[in-house]
């Protein structure tokens, strides 16, 4: 089975940075995804981390340590805009995609 | 570009009756899924279909059926409804089922049955 852990709630000021950590144990390994997801609306692909390190995409960052089973997502300069869930999903040995329960960031003026 | 639509949007349904969300994308994707999300729980893999003609369970198949007849178009049905499959229900594709595949999320259906 797959077990990815991700933090429920996270509040942060607008212009902040925020990091939201994932950890994960699944049956195989093929590339770790981050997702957003504003409230009534589909998940949006964020970013894809295969290999280990650090992967930068303007404000946003994803890091990945395979050997720990651990990645985050970096929000940097918080904006409004960016309240919204964040998915962590893990890709198995099958293809298949696992999803944590995703995180709510909520960004405060 | 509509890219995966579904449809209802949103549906009342009263337990035991047949009901099937439909969805369809006009990307050629190959690789289409079905999702559940329920608060607390995260997206869940229903069925799956690698390509058009072949069908695979997800993680949480139970009580749904699914079909690809071609390319663009993965219905996904509930034989006789139960309230625990309450949820929204999203329908998703990629260009492949391999490495680096993006999955693109359909709007979403949300059920109620009652």
């Known amino acids: 089975g797959q077990n990815i852990d991700q933090p429920t709630e996270m509040t942060a000021t607008e212009g902040a940075i925020v990091q939201i950590n994932c950890t994960y144990q699944t049956s195989g390994f093929n590339g770790l995804f981050w997702y957003q997801q504003h409230a009534g609306e589909a998940p949006t692909f964020l970013s894809y981390?295969?290999?280990?390190g650090l992967e930068e995409k303007g404000r946003f960052s994803s890091f990945l340590s395979r050997s720990k089973g651990y990645s985050y997502l970096l929000l940097k300069e918080l904006q409004m805009k960016d309240s919204a869930s964040y998915l962590c999903a893990v890709r198995d040995s099958d293809y298949k995609l696992s999803f944590g329960a995703g995180t709510t960031v909520t960004v405060r003026a | 570009i509509a890219g995966i639509t579904q449809a209802p949007t949103s549906q009342i349904l009263a337990a035991g009756r047949r009901m099937t969300l439909r969805c369809t994308q006009d990307?050629?994707?190959?690789?289409m899924y079905w999702y559940r999300q329920d608060l607390g729980l995260g997206l869940r893999l229903i069925h799956y279909?690698?390509?058009?003609?072949?069908?695979g369970k997800g993680e949480v198949p139970d009580g749904y059926s699914v079909s690809r007849a071609n390319t663009d178009d993965f219905p996904l049905t509930l034989a006789s409804a139960v309230p625990s499959q309450t949820s929204v229900y999203f329908c998703?594709?990629?260009?492949?089922?391999?490495?680096?595949?993006?999955?693109?999320f359909g709007p979403g259906t949300r059920l109620l049955v009652l």
């Open positions: 990307m050629r994707h190959n690789a």
């Open positions: 998703a594709s990629s260009v492949s089922s391999g490495e680096q595949e993006t999955q693109y």
């Open positions: 981390n295969v290999l280990d």
């Open positions: 279909s690698n390509t058009a003609g072949t069908t």
